[in-house]
């Protein structure tokens, strides 16, 4: 079975620009969750999404926005890019739902690395 | 803000040694779970373990937890050049809408070398 998917793999975009990442869960799973990975940083929650309603936010601004359709994939939109964005943008997917399943590991893709010039 | 802490930050060790990796966190958890992300690439799911177990163990890793102390470690049996990578432990939380979210300490990067 193919494991999560997201694309581009690489991404230059220069200050102001806006992105779309997008992402591929593996088959049967509904939740889709986004991180941003700084260089020699651990990943940092941005967004979950579920049956495509937003379930949960990091500490993001509103710049960083998301949607899931109705295949379950997603897609990660960050407008007015800064500097700062400059990550590795990893989407995991789960079969993770409700409270009684959290005990679930999450499926990470390769990431989608983005550079701000 | 990150949940957890890995000490060391960095461990270089030779093929056939063994690996510690520790990692301490501030908040009541539900699980506590391990990654491992080589350079560039996607993390790994290396082993999940729930507030109310003690130890576990897959092939060459086993995993503590101390809920007590609010740490966990990972320790790798008889390392080899391929376990390179940088390793991860994350908490296991909810969002405010009641689903599943990870908080991720910032890593241990191991070298093995051969």
């Known amino acids: 079975d193919a494991g999560v998917t997201q694309s581009p793999t690489h991404l230059i975009k220069t200050r102001g620009q806006h992105v779309t990442l997008r992402c591929s869960p593996i088959s049967g799973h509904k939740s889709v969750s986004w991180y941003q990975q700084v260089l020699g940083q651990g990943p940092q929650f941005i967004f979950q999404?579920?049956?495509?309603?937003?379930?949960g936010r990091g500490n993001f601004p509103d710049r960083f926005s998301a949607r899931q359709f109705p295949n379950y994939s997603s897609e990660l939109n960050v407008n007015a890019l800064l500097l700062g964005d400059s990550a590795l943008y990893l989407c995991a997917s789960s079969l993770a739902r409700v409270q009684g399943q959290r005990n679930q590991p999450q499926h990470f893709g390769d990431g989608t690395r983005l550079s701000i010039l | 803000s990150q949940q957890g802490e890995e000490d060391p930050q960095a461990l270089s060790i030779q093929e056939g040694e063994n690996a510690t990796m520790n990692c301490s966190y501030k908040?009541?958890?539900?699980?506590l779970q391990w990654y491992r992300q080589n350079s560039g690439r996607g993390l790994v799911h290396l082993i999940l373990?729930?507030?109310?177990?003690r130890e576990k163990h897959s092939g060459r890793l086993r995993v503590t937890l101390d809920t007590s102390k609010k740490s966990s470690s990972l320790l790798i049996t008889a390392s080899r050049a391929a376990d390179t990578a940088s390793y991860f432990c994350?908490?296991?939380?909810?969002?405010?809408?009641?689903?599943?979210?990870?908080?991720f300490g910032a890593g241990t990067r191991l070298a093995v070398h051969p």
């Open positions: 994350a908490t296991g939380a909810l969002t405010s809408g009641g689903y599943n979210k990870l908080i």
């Open positions: 999404y579920y049956e495509k309603e937003e379930r």
């Open positions: 373990i729930r507030s109310n177990e």
């Open positions: 908040t009541s958890i539900n699980n």
